[in-house]
């Protein structure tokens, strides 16, 4: 499938999806949107690609934003179903199953900071920024950033970040545990690439499982989450992974996954 603007490369079972607007910093328009929501789906069933990593072309930017072109345009009833609409996208790629990586290269701003935090993992160039500037547009967050920032580096500090629309620099992040790495710019998907190779070599049973277990922990109680790891812990060692897993441990040998 061909994107307007993304670019989608697999190889060894890994998807690079590239956002691919670098005139304007890849900026999120609504067609950038709708091409997010078909690659992700196309490779939510794609059996050849275990992980996923996303970034955005050149040097300057992950994402800068959203287009204020079409900002510009929303009114009361209109602007919420651009926000829901986002939403919907982005919660399909944090509940995907297959792990995605966001490799942040440069500006996360706005929709592009929303857009790495709905990502399983983060990791960054040094030059990266985040921010949820809305405020200095007269807006908030809208795709998820009040509830996801808060969660992730604590509501107080969250609160701040919002509220005053200030960048957050990338060893700033790191110490925030908003990205669990910070690399040079040129090494930054070399990185990116060799984590997802390392998830990519384990039982995918066993890793779709995990990501399941974990994406919930913000949503039930520690009581229901510990229910549901034991659920999911139940079908792990139903699958024809854990009887490979086991064996080769006590064997002394590499297991080999059949993903299964």
Same mark, same amino acid.
């Given at each position: 499938?061909?994107?307007?603007?993304?670019?989608?490369?697999?190889?060894?079972?890994?998807?690079?999806?590239?956002?691919?607007?670098?005139?304007?910093?890849?900026?999120?328009?609504?067609?950038?949107?709708?091409?997010?929501?078909?690659?992700?789906?196309?490779?939510?069933?794609?059996?050849?690609?275990?992980?996923?990593?996303?970034?955005?072309?050149?040097?300057?930017?992950?994402?800068?934003?959203? &287009?204020?072109?079409?900002?510009?345009?929303?009114?009361?009833?209109?602007?919420?179903?651009?926000?829901?609409?986002?939403?919907?996208?982005?919660?399909?790629?944090?509940?995907?199953?297959?792990?995605?990586?966001?490799?942040?290269?440069?500006?996360a701003l706005g929709g592009g900071c929303e857009l790495a935090l709905a990502c399983?993992?983060?990791? !960054?160039?040094?030059? !990266?920024?985040?921010?949820?500037?809305?405020?200095?547009?007269?807006?908030?967050?809208?795709?998820?950033?009040?509830?996801?920032?808060?969660?992730?580096?604590?509501?107080?500090?969250?609160?701040?970040?919002?509220?005053?629309? &200030?960048?957050?620099?990338?060893?700033?992040?790191?110490?925030?545990?908003?990205?669990?790495?910070?690399?040079?710019?040129?090494?930054?998907?070399?990185?990116?690439?060799?984590? !997802?190779?390392?998830?990519?070599?384990?039982?995918?049973?066993?890793?779709?499982?995990?990501?399941?277990?974990?994406?919930?922990?913000?949503?039930?109680?520690?009581?229901?989450?510990?229910?549901?790891?034991?659920?999911?812990?139940?079908?792990?060692?139903?699958?024809?992974?854990?009887?490979?897993?086991?064996? !080769?441990?006590?064997?002394?040998?590499?297991? &080999?996954?059949?993903?299964?």
């Amino acid at each position: 499938m061909s994107y307007q603007n993304l670019l989608v490369e697999k190889k060894d079972r890994i998807a690079v999806v590239t956002i691919n607007r670098p005139d304007k910093l890849n900026a999120l328009n609504s067609q950038t949107i709708t091409d997010l929501k078909n690659a992700f789906t196309d490779l939510k069933n794609d059996e050849d690609v275990f992980v996923i990593i996303l970034t955005g072309s050149g040097e300057k930017a992950f994402v800068a934003g959203a &287009d204020i072109s079409e900002l510009n345009k929303l009114d009361v009833v209109s602007g919420k179903s651009f926000a829901e609409n986002g939403q919907a996208v982005f919660s399909m790629i944090e509940k995907l199953d297959k792990p995605v990586i966001a490799a942040v290269n440069g500006f996360a701003l706005g929709g592009g900071c929303e857009l790495a935090l709905a990502c399983n993992i983060r990791l !960054a160039s040094e030059n !990266a920024k985040f921010g949820q500037p809305e405020v200095n547009l007269g807006i908030i967050p809208g795709y998820g950033g009040t509830q996801r920032l808060a969660r992730l580096i604590n509501t107080g500090r969250a609160m701040e970040y919002i509220l005053t629309g &200030d960048m957050i620099d990338s060893s700033e992040a790191f110490r925030l545990g908003l990205v669990n790495h910070v690399y040079p710019q040129t090494e930054l998907m070399e990185k990116a690439v060799g984590v !997802a190779a390392k998830i990519a070599s384990k039982g995918q049973q066993a890793i779709r499982l995990s990501v399941k277990a974990v994406n919930i922990v913000d949503e039930v109680s520690c009581k229901e989450g510990l229910d549901y790891e034991a659920s999911l812990f139940s079908i792990a060692c139903g699958t024809e992974d854990f009887k490979e897993g086991t064996k !080769a441990f006590l064997e002394k040998r590499k297991p &080999d996954f059949k993903n299964k």
